[in-house]
T-cell receptor, first 117, second 114 residues
Framework: AQSVTQLDSQVPVFEEAPVELRCNYS??????LFWYVQYPNQGLQLLLK??????LVKGINGFEAEFNKSQTSFHLRKPSVHISDTAEYFC???????????????FGQGTTLQVKP | ETGVTQSPTHLIKTRGQQVTLRCSSQ?????VSWYQQALGQGPQFIFQ???????GRGNFPPRFSGLQFPNYSSELNVNALELDDSALYLC?????????????FGPGTRLTVL
């Protein structure tokens, strides 16, 4: 079984400050990892994904995440946030291409990023 | 834009009724998954269809069923609606390849059960 824990339900931060949204996962198989963003009354947009290779993954809108297998973490970071980054962020895991769970995304509870002026 | 559309945008039903939600995706996206997102929660996997057959299911009862059509559209059907079925329903589509697993989400259908 797989599970995802997002360690912070809300993260308030001032504009132009750095931010880190924390995500830990558990899985008995190799995984793919994802971060999605959801703006109010919208669907999910993919920010970035880790499938294999380099553990530092760069995504859209200046976000990046680092896969740490030993700590089973996939934290999301941005060096300088904007008001427009205010949204709900979801970390998700799925089994890799050799798994029967590939394509089935398991999501965390979400982290609300509140960027203040 | 993900190229994935869902209809209707909003829907209000009463307990015990049946509902059909629709999803349309890009050409070539042969896999569709449906998710339920309750208010304040992360999405939960309902089931996945590949080449018009169900090939994975989450912890949802049989009154949740689906169909996938050759034209890359799909449906989610829910029978005997319960109050707890009130949620945002998301479909996600992808082209199954060996090297990528990106799913593209639609904007969702907000279902309210009274």
């Amino acid at each position: 079984a797989q599970s995802v824990t997002q360690l912070d339900s809300q993260v308030p931060v001032f504009e132009e400050a750095p931010v880190e949204l924390r995500c830990n996962y558990s899985s008995s198989v190799s995984v793919y990892l994802f971060w999605y963003v959801q703006y109010p009354n919208q669907g999910l947009q993919l920010l970035l994904k880790y499938l294999s290779g380099s553990t530092l993954v760069k995504g859209i809108n200046g976000f990046e995440a680092e896969f740490n297998k030993s700590q089973t973490s996939f934290h999301l970071r941005k060096p300088s946030v904007h008001i427009s980054d205010t949204a709900e962020y979801f970390c998700a895991v799925s089994g890799d291409s050799g798994s029967s769970n590939t394509g089935k995304l398991i999501f965390g509870q979400g982290t609300t990023l509140q960027v203040k002026p | 834009e993900t190229g994935v559309t869902q209809s209707p945008t909003h829907l209000i039903k009463t307990r015990g009724q049946q509902v059909t939600l629709r999803c349309s995706s890009q050409s070539g996206h042969n896999t569709v998954s449906w998710y339920q997102q309750a208010l304040g929660q992360g999405p939960q996997f309902i089931f996945q269809y590949y080449r018009e057959e169900e090939n994975g299911r989450g912890n949802f009862p049989p009154r949740f069923s689906g169909l996938q059509f050759p034209n890359y559209s799909s449906e989610l059907n829910v029978n005997a609606l319960e109050l707890d079925d009130s949620a945002l329903y998301l479909c996600a589509t992808r082209r199954l390849t060996l090297s990528t697993d990106t799913q593209y989400f639609g904007p969702g259908t907000r279902l309210t059960v009274l």
